[in-house]
């Protein structure tokens, strides 16, 4: 287990390394085939046990007395930088399930659009009502154990952690949370896009740490952060409370509601700026608000949210308004954009979505 959590670890650095030493965006082929790469570096003979959340009656005759167990791998001292366990964990194989580790060997499977799993404040867990056990702690100063969910595109899911905080996490998101928290502070990773709405307790802080050069402190609030790799820059936006962004060479912002930071590659944090923070979170209600937004942005977000490519003149780039429903399929949403829009777009043989001004 050593040896393949430090197998993973190398491949983690070394593509790290690339990106930020040529900063580039890669396409969702190129994506997948980086990503295949490196699970199939990390790969290991002992087999993975999967399972898998069908139906309602598959979920019906679990409840009746069929239960999980799990044995937490994935620990570490209070101190430690949950940045350095996220390259640590192991990554499972791209799918089109929504997927949550609860050790390194074990992972469950969803195969529907959307997942609801709550964190108890003694330890159970359930995924859409279905009560999965594990092993809880033994020791009350034993090292944390952390979780890890993993969204693909066009799906969602809702997570309640063991204090009660709510996240909303979106399509092509992954987050890492422990099963309970300790007795300092309260610590998790989002990589990807997430909506939150924190409890409150003042004596014990809540931080998200991101892939994107920042971490956001907060007592008790609700934010969206979104750090989409394909963005080329990170957005904070505040719903309610107040939020402290900490970023490097000590840089630091305190947020009011219904403001936005920007952070770009580098880690740079922009102008505070004041927007509506309802345009920002209505992909929790399935709703993609647009505001004179640019064709070009709402397509990049399309292109994330449901895991494809889409190629586009960028010449051709009007300003749009209006709600797009995420739960639509996306030829259905591109044909109904073509009655506002003079553009026609067909799906080559790749599956790469092409579009071009009438």
Same mark, same amino acid.
């Given at each position: 287990?050593?040896?393949?959590?430090?197998?993973?670890?190398?491949?983690? +650095?070394?593509?790290?390394?690339?990106? +930020? #030493?040529? @900063?580039?965006?890669?396409?969702?082929?190129?994506?997948?085939?980086?990503?295949?790469?490196?699970?199939?570096?990390?790969?290991?003979?002992?087999?993975? #046990?999967?399972?898998?959340?069908?139906?309602?009656?598959?979920?019906?005759?679990?409840?009746?007395?069929?239960?999980?167990?799990?044995?937490?791998?994935?620990?570490? $001292?209070?101190?430690?930088?949950?940045?350095?366990?996220?390259?640590?964990?192991?990554?499972?194989?791209?799918?089109?399930?929504?997927?949550?580790?609860?050790?390194?060997?074990?992972?469950?499977?969803?195969?529907?659009?959307?997942?609801?799993?709550?964190?108890?404040?003694?330890?159970?867990?359930?995924?859409?009502?279905?009560?999965?056990?594990?092993?809880?702690?033994?020791?009350?100063?034993?090292?944390?154990? &952390?979780? $890890?969910?993993?969204?693909?595109?066009? +799906?969602?899911?809702?997570?309640?952690?063991?204090?009660?905080?709510?996240?909303?996490? %979106?399509?092509?998101?992954?987050?890492?949370?422990?099963?309970?928290?300790?007795?300092? $502070?309260? #610590?998790?990773?989002?990589?990807?896009?997430? &909506?939150?709405?924190?409890?409150?307790?003042?004596? #014990?802080?809540?931080?998200?740490?991101?892939?994107?050069?920042?971490?956001?402190?907060?007592?008790?609030?609700?934010?969206?952060?979104?750090?989409?790799? @394909?963005?080329?820059?990170?957005?904070?936006?505040?719903?309610?409370?107040?939020?402290?962004?900490?970023?490097?060479?000590?840089?630091?912002?305190?947020?009011?509601?219904?403001?936005?930071?920007?952070?770009?590659?580098?880690?740079?944090?922009?102008?505070?700026?004041?927007?509506?923070?309802?345009? &920002?979170?209505?992909?929790?209600?399935?709703?993609?608000?647009? %505001?004179?937004?640019?064709?070009?942005?709402?397509?990049?977000?399309?292109?994330? *949210?449901?895991?494809?490519?889409?190629?586009?003149?960028?010449?051709?780039?009007?300003?749009?308004?209006?709600?797009?429903?995420?739960?639509?399929?996306?030829?259905?949403?591109?044909?109904?954009?073509?009655?506002?829009?003079? *553009?026609? *777009?067909?799906?080559?043989?790749?599956?790469? &979505?092409?579009?071009?001004?009438?």
């Amino acid at each position: 287990m050593k040896k393949h959590n430090n197998n993973i670890f190398s491949s983690f +650095k070394n593509l790290i390394h690339f990106f +930020k #030493k040529n @900063e580039i965006v890669t396409s969702a082929e190129e994506k997948k085939r980086l990503w295949n790469t490196v699970v199939q570096t990390a790969t290991y003979n002992n087999r993975r #046990k999967k399972y898998r959340i069908y139906t309602a009656v598959a979920t019906a005759a679990a409840l009746s007395g069929a239960f999980l167990w799990f044995e937490i791998a994935h620990t570490v $001292q209070n101190e430690d930088k949950l940045n350095t366990v996220v390259a640590q964990m192991s990554v499972p194989k791209q799918s089109s399930d929504i997927i949550i580790m609860v050790s390194d060997s074990n992972e469950i499977h969803i195969d529907k659009d959307t997942a609801v799993v709550n964190y108890s404040g003694s330890g159970e867990i359930t995924i859409n009502n279905q009560a999965i056990a594990t092993k809880k702690p033994t020791r009350k100063k034993e090292p944390i154990s &952390y979780n $890890q969910i993993i969204v693909p595109g066009g +799906k969602r899911t809702m997570l309640t952690l063991s204090d009660s905080t709510k996240i909303w996490i %979106n399509a092509g998101s992954r987050v890492i949370f422990p099963q309970q928290f300790d007795e300092k $502070q309260r #610590k998790i990773y989002v990589e990807g896009e997430a &909506y939150l709405e924190v409890a409150k307790n003042a004596q #014990k802080p809540f931080i998200v740490e991101t892939p994107a050069k920042f971490d956001i402190r907060v007592l008790g609030t609700s934010f969206n952060v979104c750090t989409y790799s @394909e963005l080329n820059y990170a957005t904070v936006v505040l719903a309610e409370g107040k939020i402290e962004l900490q970023g490097e060479n000590k840089q630091q912002k305190v947020m009011a509601p219904n403001q936005l930071v920007q952070i770009d590659v580098t880690g740079a944090m922009g102008e505070i700026i004041e927007v509506d923070a309802h345009e &920002y979170t209505s992909w929790t209600k399935g709703l993609l608000v647009l %505001n004179s937004q640019p064709f070009t942005e709402v397509l990049k977000r399309l292109e994330i *949210y449901f895991g494809v490519s889409i190629k586009t003149d960028e010449k051709f780039n009007p300003k749009i308004s209006g709600e797009l429903e995420l739960k639509d399929q996306l030829e259905d949403i591109l044909t109904g954009l073509q009655n506002i829009l003079p *553009y026609h *777009y067909s799906v080559n043989e790749k599956g790469v &979505y092409e579009i071009s001004p009438n």
